[in-house]
């Protein structure tokens, strides 16, 4: 796994921490920035994570489309069957160090929690609504455009984070 992933995964977790505290304590507009930023975490981390699993399913079709001396053709069924086998997909990319199937449901996870997250930010921004925390307009606009940011750019959302939390006195 690369730096960069664990770093992501790291602060991922961190900002969830820091989204439960802000539920606790009812400051429903912080938890949905801070919820936001746990979305964008994991949404680098799958970002890192696909041009590692990019060159491992490459190598791993070159693998399989390699038959052995003395096999028949790639195209023959048995062949085929092979590429739907999980067990040799794994035995092929075993000197990975982990197995490719292994890799691409750590991937699919990471994007449940990137959706569960983006849920919950949305969630607790309109429980902030519905509760009337006291939010004006220009503070609500500041939180909504954060929530509604990419996390291409990190550098941008951490600024519209911060502005968001001034204007929410936070």
Known sequence: MTHSVLV?????RLCEFV????????????????????EAAYMKVIYSKQSCLSSDRHELQTALEMAPPGESPPSSASDIDNLSNRGSVDKVAAKKGASFSQATGDHAQDAIFAMEASRKSRS???TSLEQAEALD??????????IDYNFHDVEGLLRLVRL???AINC
């Open 8 to 12: 992501y995964s790291d602060t991922a």
């Open 19 to 38: 989204a439960c505290e802000y539920e606790r304590c009812k400051e429903m507009a912080a938890a949905a920035l801070a919820y936001k930023c746990m």
């Open 124 to 126: 607790a921004l309109a």
């Open 137 to 146: 307009a220009e503070a609500i606009s500041s939180v909504c455009k954060a």
């Open 164 to 166: 968001a939390l001034e």
